[in-house]
C-alpha cells in the first residue's frame, strides 16, 4: 500500500517537473533581453495608435540602443523602412495620388527621396512638410499625416 503510494508520489513529481520545463520554455521564446521600461517613460514617448495596436515594444524600433530607454535614439530611415521596406515600396502604394503628383512619397519636386521624418513623428503629432508651402491646396490632396 505504502510503496504504492510513493510510486503515485513520484510519477506526480515527474509529470509536475516536467510540465513546469515545458512551461517555462513556452514563457520565454525570443532570446532577446526585455528591457522594463517605467510608466513615465511611457507616458512621455507615447506610441502611434497604428504601431501601439500592434503592441510594438520600445525596442522593435529603438533596437540595439542599449538598455537605458533614457538613452534611446532617432532610429532614422533606416529604422522605419526595417519594416516598411523600401521608399519605392512605399510609392507604389500611395501610386493612385500619382495621377495628380500629390504622392508624398514620390513628390513633383523630390521623387521618393525624402527623409522619414520630414512628415512623420513618432512620440508627437506628425507634421507635412508640404504643408509649409502648400498650406491650403494640401488639404485637398492628402489626408492628415498619420
Ligand atoms: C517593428 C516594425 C515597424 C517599425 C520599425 C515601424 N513600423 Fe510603421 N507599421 C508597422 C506595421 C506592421 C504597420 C501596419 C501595416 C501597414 O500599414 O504597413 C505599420 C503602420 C504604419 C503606418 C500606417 C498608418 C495608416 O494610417 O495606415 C504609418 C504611417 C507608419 N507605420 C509609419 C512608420 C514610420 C514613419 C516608422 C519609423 C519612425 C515606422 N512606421 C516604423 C510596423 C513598423
Ligand atoms: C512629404 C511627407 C512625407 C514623407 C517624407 C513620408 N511620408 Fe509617409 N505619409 C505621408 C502622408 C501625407 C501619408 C498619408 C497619405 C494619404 O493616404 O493621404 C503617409 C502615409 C504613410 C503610410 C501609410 C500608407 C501606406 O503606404 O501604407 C506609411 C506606412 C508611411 N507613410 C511611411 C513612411 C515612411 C517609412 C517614410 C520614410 C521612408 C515616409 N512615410 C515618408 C507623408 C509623408
Ligand atoms: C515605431 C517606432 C518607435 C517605437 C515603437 C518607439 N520609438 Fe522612440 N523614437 C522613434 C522615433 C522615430 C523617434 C524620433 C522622434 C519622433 O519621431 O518623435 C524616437 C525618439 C525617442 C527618444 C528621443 C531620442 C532623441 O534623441 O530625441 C526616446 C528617449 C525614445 N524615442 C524612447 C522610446 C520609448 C521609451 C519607447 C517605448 C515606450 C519608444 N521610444 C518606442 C521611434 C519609436
Ligand atoms: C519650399 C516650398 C515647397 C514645398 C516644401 C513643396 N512645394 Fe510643391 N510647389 C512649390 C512651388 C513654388 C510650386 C510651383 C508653383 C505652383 O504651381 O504653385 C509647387 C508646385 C507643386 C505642384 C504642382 C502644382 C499644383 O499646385 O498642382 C504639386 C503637385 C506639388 N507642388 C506638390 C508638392 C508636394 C506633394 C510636396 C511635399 C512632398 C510639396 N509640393 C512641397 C513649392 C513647394
Redesign the pocket.
Known amino acids: 500500500m505504502r510503496s504504492k503510494k510513493t510510486l503515485f508520489s513520484i510519477g506526480v513529481f515527474l509529470l509536475l517537473s516536467a510540465m513546469s520545463l515545458i512551461g517555462s520554455e513556452a514563457a520565454t521564446p525570443s532570446p532577446a533581453k526585455e528591457i522594463p521600461i517605467s510608466a513615465e517613460m511611457k507616458e512621455k514617448f507615447p506610441i502611434k495608435a497604428h504601431h501601439a495596436k500592434l503592441s510594438l515594444k520600445c525596442t522593435d524600433c529603438h533596437e540595439n540602443q542599449g538598455d537605458n530607454p533614457e538613452n534611446f535614439k532617432l532610429i532614422g530611415?533606416e529604422g522605419?523602412?526595417s519594416c516598411?521596406k523600401s521608399?519605392q515600396y512605399?510609392a507604389e502604394?500611395?501610386k493612385f495620388?500619382d495621377t495628380l503628383h500629390v504622392n508624398?512619397?514620390n513628390?513633383i519636386h523630390d521623387g521618393p527621396k525624402?527623409?522619414?521624418d520630414?512628415?512623420?513623428f513618432e512620440h508627437q503629432k506628425s507634421d507635412?512638410?508640404?504643408l509649409s508651402c502648400h498650406s491650403n491646396d494640401v488639404k485637398l490632396w492628402?489626408?492628415e499625416?498619420?
Open positions: 530611415d522605419c523602412l516598411h521608399k512605399l502604394r500611395l495620388m508624398p512619397h513628390s525624402l527623409y522619414c520630414e512628415c512623420h507635412n512638410m508640404c492628402m489626408r499625416t498619420p
